[in-house]
T-cell receptor, first 110, second 115 residues
């Protein structure tokens, strides 16, 4: 059974650019959630995908968007990057409600 | 009402001692309370979880105590070890039928266990 894998692990962007982060779900998990973790804080829920549809969203603007593919892998896209978007982005796959997190993608916006 | 409060922010405990982290919530719709452990450079990992119909749950050296009337819950780590040094997050989730898998995390407690 493979775990949740995320790519890239680290990346640096400049303000105004766009970024795509990728996540491969744990085998058998059909639900994927994305969280943003700022330095020294707890993860904040961005949104969740179930069977390729967004079925829940946290308090994040529309420039945060996502996709889920038929193999349950997922992407997080962030447009018009702002300095405050610098954070660790965590993907979590789940089945029956228990979250399994990947190691995250560390985004730095300059 | 969606907030989960957590204290202390940081904690230093001697090896063999008891580590205690406290959390509180307001939303009575929460019905699942997990604790996550996060090591530097890693994602959070589920440590132990409890539902509000139970007042205590123990798994090895880790115990959750839950006080539904006070809307408080706590994690006790018995016989703390240097390998327990990590950041601990309490969390809460409302009924999955109404809130899917959205988990609200506390701000975290950085635990250092010194030899």
């Amino acid at each position: 059974e493979t775990g949740v894998t995320q790519s890239p692990t680290h990346l640096i962007k400049t303000r105004g650019q766009q970024v795509t982060l990728r996540c491969s779900s744990q085998s058998g998990h059909n639900t994927v959630s994305w969280y943003q973790q700022a330095l020294g804080q707890g993860p904040q829920f961005i949104f969740q995908y179930y069977r390729e549809e967004e079925n829940g969203r946290g308090n994040f603007p529309p420039r945060f968007s996502g996709l889920q593919f038929p193999n349950y892998s997922s992407e997080l896209n962030v447009n018009a990057l702002e300095l405050d978007d610098s954070a660790l982005y965590l993907c979590a796959s789940s089945v029956y409600g228990e979250l399994f997190f990947g190691e995250g993608s560390r985004l730095t916006v300059l | 009402q969606q907030q989960v409060k957590q204290s202390p922010q940081s904690l230093i405990v001697q090896k063999g001692g008891i580590s205690i982290i406290n959390c509180a919530y307001e939303n009575t719709a929460f019905d699942y309370f997990p604790w996550y452990q996060q090591f530097p450079g890693k994602g959070p990992a589920l440590l132990i979880a409890i539902r509000p119909d139970v007042s205590e749950k123990k798994e090895g050296r880790f115990t959750i105590s839950f006080n539904k009337s006070a809307k408080q819950f706590s994690l006790h780590i018995m016989d703390s070890q240097p390998g327990d040094s990590a950041t601990y997050f309490c969390a809460a989730r409302a009924n999955r039928k109404t809130s899917y898998d959205k988990v609200i995390f506390g701000p975290g407690t950085s635990l250092s266990v010194i030899p």
